[in-house]
Structures are given as C-alpha cells and as structure tokens.
C-alpha cells in the first residue's frame, strides 16, 4: 500500500446479525427521534448493522432489508464517520454487495456537514451520520417521472428500518431533511446524478426525557 495514504481503499464490515435481539414490535413502540448524543463512540458493528439494515442484503442474497419499485435500487447510503471504532474519521459509501465501506474521503468533516443544516448543530455531536442519497435516473429510466416518486417512498422505507434497528441496539437517530443540498452534495463528493435526501445522525443518545 502507498505509504502516503494509510486509509485502505476497502473496508470489510463485520457480518450484520440477521437474528434474535429486541422484538419488532418493543422497536416500533420504543422508536422516537433523538437529536443529543454521549461523547461516545460507535462500534463499527452497530454502524455495520444499521448499513445493512438500511440497504444491504438478505440471506436469498440479491433482495435487499428495504424494497425497490422493479428492483431499480436507486437508494446509495454514506457514511460521515468522525468517532467509529476501528475506523478513520472520514466519508464512506457502503458498498451493499459486499457489505464493506469504500473510502470517499479523509478527515472528521462531522462539523462541515451539519453546517448544512438549519440549527441542529447538536447533532453534529454524534459520532456517525448515514446519509441516504438518490440517483434518480435508475427509476425515472423505467418509470418516467413516476420513479421520482418511488425513491422517495424507498428512502422513507430506509429510514424506517434504520430508526427501528438503532432503538433496537439501543442507538438513537433523528430523520433530517432539512440541510442545504450543495453544501451536503459537497461534503459527500456527490456527482450531478446523485441527490442528498436525508442525514441521519447516530449514537447513543442522551436520555429521553419521559
Ligand atoms: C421527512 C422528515 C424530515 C424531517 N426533518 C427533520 C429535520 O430536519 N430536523 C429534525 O430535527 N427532525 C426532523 N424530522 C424528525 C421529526 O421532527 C420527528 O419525526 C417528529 O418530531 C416526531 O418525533 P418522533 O420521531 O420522536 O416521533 C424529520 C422527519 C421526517 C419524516
């Protein structure tokens, strides 16, 4: 490996568990948003899990954990990693048929991204932001402008699962729509083609208040 640059090109995740744990339904009737993190940083199997719940495959191995109008699979999910165990500060884009990390760019930019959004720098205290981006010429290409409409319906199916895996790791997650594209676009290294859609910042998170 080139000695100047000592992040791999490729990162393996640990297999995400595909059993057991909380119920389904203690998930659903546990599930809220939360915005305030504990300084503490995430295991890079819990960001593995939430990866793989929020795209990646099931066991059959070509479907994957959300579904896809006509299995067009718009969706890409990044990572903006600033306190993961076992892995450099910097942005990543999963790689949903290896389950692996691929190397975006160097460097905690946690705050640069949450510049973007409209006063919720807290959030910015989490250790690890997925992002779930859209490209959506691979609906629109099948499905006229009709596939704009299907991405969106698969982002919130997405995000669903990521809220309800994270509660059930005992992680919190907020859904944040509100940020400006370009300077999430920037941040993430996104070409024309690909959309920023939402961010959702995870850790564990203070007590919520009952
Ligand atoms: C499409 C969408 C966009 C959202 N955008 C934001 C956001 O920009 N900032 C934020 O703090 N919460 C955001 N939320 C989270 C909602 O504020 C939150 O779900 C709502 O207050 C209900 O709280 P709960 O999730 O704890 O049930 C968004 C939720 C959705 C579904």
Redesign the pocket.
């Known amino acids: 490996m080139d000695r100047e640059s000592p992040l791999p090109p490729d990162l393996r995740l640990p297999e995400p568990r595909r059993s057991g744990g909380v119920s389904l339904q203690d998930a659903i009737n546990s599930?809220?948003?939360?915005?305030n993190f504990l300084g503490v940083p995430l295991p890079l199997a819990d960001l593995g899990q939430l990866l793989w719940a929020t795209q990646g495959l099931v066991a059959e191995g070509r479907r994957r954990t959300t579904p896809s109008a006509g299995q067009t699979y718009p969706l890409e999910v990044l990572v903006v990693a600033g306190a993961v165990t076992g892995l450099n500060p910097g942005v990543y884009r999963y790689v949903v048929c290896d389950h692996a990390l691929s190397f975006v760019s160097e460097g905690d930019q946690r705050a640069d991204l949450f510049a973007a959004?409209?006063a919720?720098a807290e959030?910015a205290d989490a250790p690890a932001t997925i992002v779930i981006t859209a490209v959506y010429d691979r609906a629109t290409g099948r499905y006229g402008t009709r596939g704009i409409t299907y991405t969106l319906m698969e982002a919130?199916h997405a995000?669903q699962n990521l809220?309800l895996v994270a509660t059930a790791l005992g992680l919190g997650t907020?859904?944040?729509?509100?940020?400006r594209e370009e300077v999430v676009r920037a941040v993430l290294n996104l070409n024309v083609e690909e959309h920023p859609l939402?961010?959702f910042p995870v850790g564990r998170p203070l007590p919520h208040p009952a």
Request: charged share 10%; net charge positive.
């Open positions: 599930r809220h948003s939360a915005r959004t409209m919720q959030a919130g995000g809220y907020v859904a944040v729509g509100a940020f939402y961010l």
